[in-house]
């Protein structure tokens, strides 16, 4: 595993929970998550907020059931990005433009994970594109940020197409150019 990436994720994690903590004087909240068990869970007040911290992996996740459906070696990059912890999702900006960025919340999450991974690449695969794993969601319904299978790239890419832009060489360096957001 790319301990570096892990590392910055943490670093990021980290920073989105301290300024959470500053702003509201609790811990992180994911009322979204209601319901489905995770590491993460510290509590669970009767208004149903899911009070949460990120939690390091004590294996990083295994995605050989993934590539063996697609016939694709996973980048190990973003084995490391989705393997290293559980976390809730976290909003975050890169050069002043939000996103949110995607995370595991649980093992039944990452089996979710991997099945739209897995949808995501055959679509790509049918329209003959370059392979792509997405790791954010913007506010264009269309633009997600995703890791370049091959290049490991950091990108824009507007789903469906293949106009994609370069946002940094790597996980690593993007994950370091992010601010976290509440």
């Not at 910055?8 to 811990?27: G, I």
């Not at 649980?106 to 003959?128: A, C, M, P, W, Y």
């Amino acid at each position: 595993m790319n301990h570096n990436i892990a590392q910055a994720l943490a670093v990021l994690t980290t920073e989105f929970v301290d300024n959470w903590q500053a702003a509201y004087q609790s811990l992180p909240i994911a009322n979204e998550m209601e319901g489905l068990p995770s590491p993460c869970v510290q509590s669970s007040s009767n208004s149903q907020n899911i009070e949460w911290l990120p939690q390091e992996r004590d294996d990083i996740a295994d995605f050989s059931s993934l590539e063996r459906g697609i016939e694709l070696l996973i980048h190990p990059d973003v084995k490391a990005f989705y393997g290293s912890q559980y976390s809730a999702d976290i909003t975050a900006s890169w050069q002043g433009k939000p996103f949110t960025l995607l995370q595991v919340w649980s093992d039944d999450d990452f089996v979710r994970l991997q099945e739209n991974i897995l949808g995501h690449l055959v679509t790509q695969r049918r329209l003959k594109l370059k392979p792509t794993i997405f790791i954010g969601t913007t506010d264009a319904e269309l633009d997600v940020i995703s890791i370049c299978n091959i290049t490991g790239e950091v990108i824009l890419e507007r789903l469906g197409t293949d106009k994609r832009d370069v946002l940094s060489s790597n996980v690593e360096q993007f994950l370091l150019q992010c601010k976290a957001e509440v």
